[in-house]
């Protein structure tokens, strides 16, 4: 593995002036052991150097009293909730700088039931708001995404994250009522309808010109959200989920899943695509290798027809159809499919406030998967699965199977896409994966009733192998030209994934946010390294090439 240069580059007396203002020495670090932590993340990205030192304050007016000297001393601030993003987000650069952790500030500041929402600090994580929702406010939900539970709520929605109720809002983003936020130079700021009402009701951005936008998907280079007003959605009395199997992967992104969507009868659709071996560390083996059957007969056209017919009288028989699968499927397949093969899984989820409406909708779907001639599988059908199968959709998740795969890597190119192009993306992008001899895994979800969609390809990887490593550097590099090419954009961007991006767009774009940026943080000490990442000669170059 790749030593880090453990060099401090900030002078003592600064590093004594930190722990005044943090209030102890077990609120700051510059241990080598502390540092390295915070400068490496589970992607294949290598900061080139430690950062200098870990501090952690307690309230805003540390938060504020951090940035003016650091401003003043133009030293980077990097500021990290959990490091878990999977773009490198946080690690540091040359330059080196504070990493500012949140994880003090982790308190509701607010609850507002009438009006729906939550006022959180940064530290307030996934794991925090499901505690909340299971016990305080039991008549809400939020939109989760497949985030470990230690992530924070706040910085997902800053940084346009997914989840499990995207097609219906879309990205989490939008659940943002306003911020509160300590500019570059420690000046607060409060932003969104609140900053008129004086801080009673923090309900929304409109009617007020956007500047929340200011902070959305900055990756912190412009300010720190020291407060974030979440939108909270009513939780329907009856939610239920169901697994689809669909034939054709591409058929179903390229056309069945705009019809899904278009019933309007789910609540939550999310779709995994993955080999069956992915699902070791959830399932016990012997069920890895039924559900790798089951999948493989789907994926086949005519044993489908045979799925499809038992199916039903395998629902009536005691122990359920996956006993039964396991039972019958030496009689059925006589090897398992490759073990680098993908499979979808789709998970919709049907939410009613009465059982006429949930039969409704039920029905509708059971109709609508029929004529697609999919598998549609209740809870109760899984079985002694089911358990392990509910387990995945009881977010937040920690999602093992992940990490444990090949030596502990993790990393991916998420996106968003136009819906119209998503098939296309997800079969470009599963050979570039395959092709490197990497596994394929595909997160894909309707944004936002089918307006756009997420288009990410996870390459779990093993971190101690060079040669691994640079496939998966090339594997990236693929995806995310695929996803350029589509129409998309990346999203959490790496900054390699962001200089991609800006070479293949209209230079004016970055030229207007670079210009913001140098208005509000003229010292660039806001988490440099990310996002700005052309250099004038750069920008120079593209300008003259798109004026020929
Ligand atoms: C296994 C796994 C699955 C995941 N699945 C999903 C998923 O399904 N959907 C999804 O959206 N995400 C997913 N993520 C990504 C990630 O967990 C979330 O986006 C997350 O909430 C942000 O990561 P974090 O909380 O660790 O923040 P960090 O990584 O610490 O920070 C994220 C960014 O915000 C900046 N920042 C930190 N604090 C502040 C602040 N106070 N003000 C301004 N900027 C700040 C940081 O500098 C950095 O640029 C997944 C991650 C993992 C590991």
Same mark, same amino acid.
């Given at each position: 593995?790749?030593?880090?240069?453990?060099?401090?580059?900030?002078?003592?007396?600064?590093?004594?002036?930190?722990?005044?203002?943090?209030?102890?020495?077990?609120?700051? *670090?510059?241990?080598? !052991?502390?540092?390295?932590?915070?400068s490496?993340?589970?992607?294949?990205?290598?900061a080139?150097?430690?950062?200098?030192?870990?501090?952690?304050?307690?309230?805003?007016?540390?938060?504020?009293?951090?940035? %003016?000297?650091?401003?003043?001393e133009?030293?980077?601030?990097?500021p990290?909730?959990?490091? $878990?993003?999977?773009?490198?987000?946080?690690?540091?650069?040359?330059?080196?700088?504070?990493?500012?952790?949140?994880k003090?500030m982790?308190?509701?500041?607010?609850?507002?039931?009438?009006?729906?929402?939550?006022?959180?600090?940064?530290?307030?994580?996934?794991g925090?708001? %499901?505690?909340?929702?299971?016990? /305080?406010?039991?008549?809400?939900?939020?939109?989760?995404?497949?985030s &470990?539970?230690?992530?924070?709520?706040? =910085?997902?929605a800053?940084?346009?994250?997914?989840?499990?109720?995207?097609v219906?809002?879309?990205s989490?983003?939008?659940?943002?009522?306003?911020?509160?936020?300590?500019?570059?130079?420690?000046?607060?700021?409060?932003?969104?309808?609140?900053a008129?009402?004086?801080g !009673?009701?923090?309900?929304?951005?409109?009617?007020?010109?956007d500047l929340c936008?200011?902070?959305?998907?900055?990756?912190?280079?412009?300010?720190i959200?020291?407060?974030?007003?979440?939108?909270?959605?009513?939780? &329907?009395?009856?939610?239920?989920?169901?697994?689809?199997?669909?034939k054709?992967?591409?058929?179903?992104?390229?056309?069945?899943?705009?019809?899904?969507d278009?019933?309007?009868?789910?609540?939550?659709?999310? =779709?995994?695509?993955?080999?069956?071996k992915?699902?070791?560390?959830?399932?016990?083996?012997?069920m890895?290798?039924?559900?790798? %059957?089951?999948?493989?007969?789907l994926?086949?056209?005519?044993?489908?027809?045979?799925?499809?017919?038992i199916?039903?009288?395998?629902?009536?028989l005691p122990?359920?159809?996956?006993?039964?699968?396991?039972?019958?499927?030496?009689?059925?397949?006589?090897?398992?499919?490759p073990?680098?093969?993908?499979?979808?899984?789709?998970?919709?989820?049907?939410?009613a406030d009465?059982?006429?409406l949930?039969?409704?909708?039920?029905?509708?779907?059971?109709?609508?998967?029929?004529?697609?001639?999919?598998?549609?599988? &209740?809870?109760?059908?899984?079985? /002694?699965?089911?358990?392990?199968?509910?387990?995945?959709?009881?977010?937040?998740?920690?999602?093992?199977?992940?990490?444990?795969?090949?030596?502990?890597?993790?990393?991916?190119?998420g996106?968003?896409?136009?819906? *119209?192009?998503?098939? !296309?993306?997800?079969?470009? =992008?599963?050979?570039?994966?395959?092709?490197?001899?990497?596994?394929?895994?595909?997160?894909?979800?309707?944004?936002?009733?089918?307006?756009?969609?997420v288009?990410?390809?996870?390459?779990?990887?093993?971190?101690?192998?060079?040669?691994?490593?640079?496939?998966?550097?090339?594997?990236?590099?693929?995806? =995310?030209?695929?996803?350029?090419d589509i129409?998309?954009?990346?999203?959490k961007?790496?900054?390699? $994934?962001?200089?991609?991006?800006?070479?293949?767009?209209?230079?004016?774009?970055?030229?207007?946010?670079?210009?913001?940026k140098?208005m509000?943080d003229?010292?660039?000490?806001?988490?440099?390294?990310?996002?700005?990442?052309?250099s004038?000669? !750069?920008?120079?170059?593209?300008?003259t090439?798109?004026?020929?």
């Amino acid at each position: 593995m790749q030593k880090l240069n453990p060099e401090i580059l900030i002078r003592a007396d600064i590093i004594q002036r930190l722990e005044e203002i943090v209030g102890g020495e077990q609120f700051i *670090s510059t241990d080598i !052991e502390v540092r390295s932590n915070y400068s490496r993340d589970m992607t294949e990205q290598v900061a080139p150097r430690l950062t200098d030192v870990v501090v952690l304050p307690d309230n805003v007016s540390q938060v504020q009293a951090i940035v %003016k000297l650091a401003n003043q001393e133009k030293i980077p601030i990097i500021p990290y909730a959990a490091g $878990a993003n999977i773009g490198g987000l946080t690690l540091p650069t040359e330059r080196g700088g504070i990493t500012m952790d949140f994880k003090r500030m982790r308190e509701v500041v607010k609850i507002d039931r009438e009006n729906k929402y939550i006022v959180v600090e940064p530290g307030f994580t996934f794991g925090d708001l %499901k505690r909340l929702f299971d016990t /305080e406010l039991t008549e809400f939900r939020y939109s989760f995404p497949f985030s &470990p539970p230690y992530t924070s709520v706040g =910085c997902n929605a800053l940084l346009h994250g997914l989840g499990s109720l995207s097609v219906l809002y879309g990205s989490a983003d939008n659940f943002i009522n306003g911020l509160e936020v300590v500019l570059p130079n420690g000046e607060i700021a409060q932003v969104g309808n609140h900053a008129i009402n004086r801080g !009673e009701y923090w309900y929304g951005r409109a009617p007020l010109p956007d500047l929340c936008g200011l902070f959305i998907g900055m990756q912190g280079t412009t300010g720190i959200a020291t407060k974030i007003s979440l939108q909270l959605i009513d939780r &329907p009395k009856i939610l239920e989920h169901f697994a689809i199997l669909p034939k054709d992967p591409i058929d179903f992104f390229t056309h069945w899943v705009h019809d899904l969507d278009k019933l309007h009868v789910c609540d939550e659709i999310g =779709c995994g695509f993955f080999p069956p071996k992915v699902a070791g560390g959830l399932l016990p083996e012997d069920m890895i290798e039924l559900m790798a %059957k089951l999948m493989y007969y789907l994926s086949q056209k005519k044993h489908t027809k045979l799925m499809k017919k038992i199916w039903p009288l395998l629902t009536k028989l005691p122990g359920k159809p996956f006993w039964w699968v396991k039972k019958l499927s030496p009689l059925l397949a006589r090897e398992l499919p490759p073990d680098n093969m993908p499979f979808l899984i789709v998970g919709a989820t049907i939410g009613a406030d009465n059982k006429k409406l949930f039969k409704a909708k039920y029905k509708t779907l059971k109709k609508f998967m029929k004529k697609q001639d999919a598998l549609m599988i &209740p809870p109760d059908d899984f079985g /002694e699965l089911k358990p392990a199968m509910m387990s995945i959709l009881d977010l937040p998740a920690q999602l093992p199977a992940f990490y444990d795969l090949s030596g502990g890597g993790l990393t991916w190119v998420g996106s968003y896409v136009p819906a *119209s192009r998503v098939g !296309e993306g997800i079969a470009r =992008c599963k050979k570039i994966v395959m092709d490197l001899d990497l596994t394929p895994v595909g997160v894909l979800r309707p944004m936002k009733a089918d307006h756009y969609f997420v288009l990410r390809f996870i390459v779990p990887f093993n971190s101690i192998d060079q040669e691994e490593i640079e496939r998966v550097r090339e594997a990236l590099k693929g995806v =995310c030209g695929v996803i350029l090419d589509i129409g998309g954009v990346p999203y959490k961007m790496a900054p390699w $994934a962001a200089k991609m991006t800006w070479e293949k767009g209209d230079i004016s774009f970055y030229k207007l946010l670079k210009r913001v940026k140098d208005m509000m943080d003229p010292n660039h000490i806001m988490n440099p390294g990310r996002l700005f990442v052309l250099s004038e000669e !750069e920008v120079k170059k593209k300008e003259t090439e798109e004026n020929n």
